[in-house]
Structures are given as structure tokens and as C-alpha cells.
């Protein structure tokens, strides 16, 4: 199982960017993908997942609204759309699976696979 984030990058207040995850190994039809992100000095913070059969979507309250995360099956990625971002959204986003078919919330301790990160730096 391999994951691998990318799509980060250094952005104004209010600007967009769309994190891609790509997978490997294992097929996303079969599993929940979500995505965590951690900022220096903080703990780890679940922001949003997708379950596979009926891609029902989960967000933390702090970017529901904001971001949008999606699937393509067929190509084997999630992506999470993000908007209108805030200094605080600076972190490093994981994507993450724990190869189970819902998700349990926006919990990233249902996650057991991770990828590399890529860093998201929101400039006030």
C-alpha cells in the first residue's frame, strides 16, 4: 500500500489550491481515503475522508464549507479542493487509509497507511 500526496505549495490568504493523492498497491474502490494534516507544534488533525461504496464525505468543522474532497477511481486518486484558506490552514497534508470501506468521522487514528506529505503554506 503506497500513497503520495502533491499539490502543495505557498499561497495568499483567501487562494485555492488542489491537493492530488495518488495510490498504489491497493485499489481506492475498495477503501476510505482521507486526509490528516499536522502544523509545527501541533497535533495531528484530521481534515476531511471519502468512504469507497457510497463516497459519503466527512469534514472537520474548521474547513467544512472550504474544502471539498473527491475520488477518481479509475485513475486511483482523491483529491481535496481547497478554498478561501487561512494562515491556519498551513500544515503538512498526509492522505491516509486504513483499507476499511466507511470512514469513522475525520479520526485519523482509523488511518493505518500513510504517504509522504506535501507542505501548504498560507501567507497572511
Known amino acids: 500500500v503506497q500513497l503520495q500526496a502533491s499539490g502543495g505549495g505557498l499561497v495568499q490568504t483567501g487562494g485555492s489550491l488542489r491537493l492530488s493523492c495518488a495510490a498504489s498497491?491497493?485499489?481506492?474502490?475498495?477503501?476510505?481515503i482521507g486526509w490528516v494534516r499536522q502544523a509545527p507544534g501541533k497535533e495531528r488533525e484530521g481534515v476531511s475522508c471519502?468512504?469507497?461504496?457510497?463516497?459519503?464525505?466527512k469534514y472537520a468543522d474548521d474547513v467544512k464549507g472550504r474544502f471539498t474532497i473527491s475520488r477518481d477511481d479509475a485513475k486511483n486518486m482523491v483529491y481535496l479542493e481547497m478554498n478561501s484558506l487561512k494562515p491556519e490552514d498551513t500544515a503538512v497534508y498526509y492522505c491516509?487509509?486504513?483499507?476499511?470501506?466507511?470512514?469513522?468521522?475525520?479520526?485519523?487514528?482509523?488511518?493505518?497507511?500513510w504517504g509522504k506529505g506535501t507542505q501548504v503554506t498560507v501567507s497572511s
Open positions: 498497491g491497493f485499489s481506492i474502490g475498495n477503501a476510505a
Open positions: 471519502i468512504s469507497n461504496l457510497d463516497s459519503d464525505t
Open positions: 491516509a487509509t486504513g483499507l476499511e470501506s466507511s470512514c469513522r468521522g475525520t479520526s485519523w487514528a482509523q488511518f493505518r497507511f
